[in-house]
């Protein structure tokens, strides 16, 4: 069976950072585009990152760039590190797999981690 496992979410102050990990059981990361995304209550999923298997490039949404950075470690984990956290950044953040690349940040969406929190608040 094919797992993913979030990790790292948690409460932080505005400003402060997070890193979060995904590890994958069953399969192997390097092989597909991975991407992060987060969800509030009473909305739809927001992809916020990506990182390809292809080639290794990135993607992020406007709402983040410049504050998160997406990164792979071997075949297993990745990473989403975020600095300058806001409190709008708050949500449950996901890891997600599909494809090989992010498509412009249209990725293919096929296994689901289960999600972490993130709460950002004074």
């Known amino acids: 069976q094919l797992h993913l496992v979030e990790s790292g979410g948690g409460l932080v102050q505005p400003g402060g950072s997070l890193r979060l990990s995904c590890a994958a059981s069953?399969?192997?990361?390097?092989?597909?585009?991975v991407g992060w995304f987060r969800q509030v209550p009473g909305k739809d999923h927001e992809g916020i990152s990506c990182?390809?298997?292809?080639?290794?490039?990135t993607w992020y949404a406007d709402s983040v760039k410049g504050r998160f950075t997406i990164s792979r470690d071997g075949a297993r984990k990745v990473f989403l590190q975020m600095n300058n956290l806001k409190p709008e950044d708050t949500a449950v953040y996901y890891c997600?797999?599909?494809?090989?690349?992010?498509?412009?940040?249209?990725?293919?969406?096929?296994?689901w981690g289960q999600g972490t929190l993130v709460t950002v608040s004074s």
């Open positions: 069953g399969f192997f990361l390097d092989y597909y585009a």
């Open positions: 990182i390809s298997s292809s080639d290794g490039s």
């Open positions: 997600v797999v599909g494809g090989s690349s992010c498509r412009g940040g249209d990725m293919y969406r096929e296994v």
